[in-house]
């Protein structure tokens, strides 16, 4: 029986430091990367500690779910770690954003979450590990990032839920909440006129949050947040109306 982790998202940013460090969470035979391009996946081989196998995908098509349930089924396989690091963000109002670009946030931070969740977890033993990547955009509605913001607290949502759903079966589901962080993220997420954000309150460093992760996730947390700012900032939301939260963000970035 092969052992192996699979990452999505794995060409850059976040995606591609787990499946670097993924080590630091357990050993495996193999390591499944899956993102759009296929040079950047093969090019994990060098970096990757376990052998790699590449899936250049698309999982804003539901037809990868296919070719990705078919993998799964062509040997006998356990998955000792699923990592849900796909995802984009838009930093534009909804209107001012292609319907097509909005829809496919949706489709890539929601559904492929989703999907990717239910086809593998028939193949996960006890013991084995689901992250999904969240944000601390989950824990408030954000204006100008409405849709990013909205899609995260979805992942947040389900992947708690999910965790109480797969306890009984030795599963555990954590979603990460990253802050701001320095990523390529942001060179998607940025419109090309006005910028939304205009004042970063705190830019963590990637690899801080990928330490942490791999430790949260060994103490079987449902929910992982790095830094001191972020920590209070999602406490905050937690207790004040969220129509003030909005207010303070508005007039902090300057937003009319």
């Known amino acids: 029986m092969k052992?192996?982790?699979?990452?999505?998202g794995a060409s850059s940013g976040m995606g591609k430091r787990f499946a670097e460090t993924v080590d630091q969470y357990g050993t495996f035979d193999e390591v499944w990367v899956i993102a759009r391009q296929q040079d950047?996946?093969?090019?994990?081989?060098?970096?990757?500690?376990?052998?790699?196998?590449?899936?250049?995908?698309?999982l804003t098509d539901r037809a990868s779910f296919g070719v990705y349930a078919a993998a799964l089924a062509e040997e006998p396989v356990e998955v000792g770690l699923l990592m849900n690091c796909s995802?984009?963000?838009?930093?534009?109002?909804?209107?001012?954003?292609?319907?097509?670009?909005n829809l496919n946030m949706t489709d890539l931070n929601c559904?492929?979450?989703v999907a990717m969740c239910q086809l593998t977890v028939p193949y996960m033993p006890r013991g084995s590990q689901i992250i999904n990547i969240a944000s601390v955009a989950a824990f408030q509605p954000i204006p100008y990032i409405d849709i990013?913001?909205?899609?995260?607290?979805?992942?947040?949502?389900?992947?708690?839920?999910?965790?109480?759903?797969?306890?009984?079966?030795?599963?555990?589901?954590?979603?990460v909440c990253p802050f701001w962080t320095k990523t390529a993220f942001f060179?998607?997420?940025?419109?090309?006129?006005?910028?939304?954000?205009?004042?970063?309150?705190?830019?963590?460093?990637?690899?801080?949050?990928?330490?942490?992760?791999?430790?949260?996730?060994?103490?079987?947390?449902d929910v992982c947040q790095y830094g001191f700012v972020a920590r209070v900032q999602a406490a905050l939301t937690k207790i004040l109306p969220h129509s003030l939260v909005m207010n303070v963000w508005m007039k902090q970035q300057k937003l009319s």
């Open 40 to 58: 950047k996946l093969e090019a994990l081989a060098a970096a990757v500690p376990f052998p790699i196998r590449v899936f250049a995908m698309d």
């Open 3 to 8: 052992k192996i982790a699979v990452i999505t």
């Open 87 to 101: 995802g984009f963000g838009k930093f534009s109002a909804v209107l001012d954003t292609p319907l097509e670009v």
């Open 187 to 221: 060179d998607r997420a940025v419109t090309s006129g006005e910028r939304v954000v205009k004042k970063y309150i705190a830019m963590y460093d990637p690899d801080d949050i990928v330490r942490r992760t791999w430790r949260d996730a060994k103490r079987g947390k």
């Open 148 to 175: 990013y913001g909205a899609t995260k607290a979805f992942v947040l949502s389900f992947s708690r839920a999910l965790n109480r759903e797969l306890r009984k079966q030795g599963i555990g589901v954590m979603a």
């Open 111 to 113: 559904q492929a979450v």
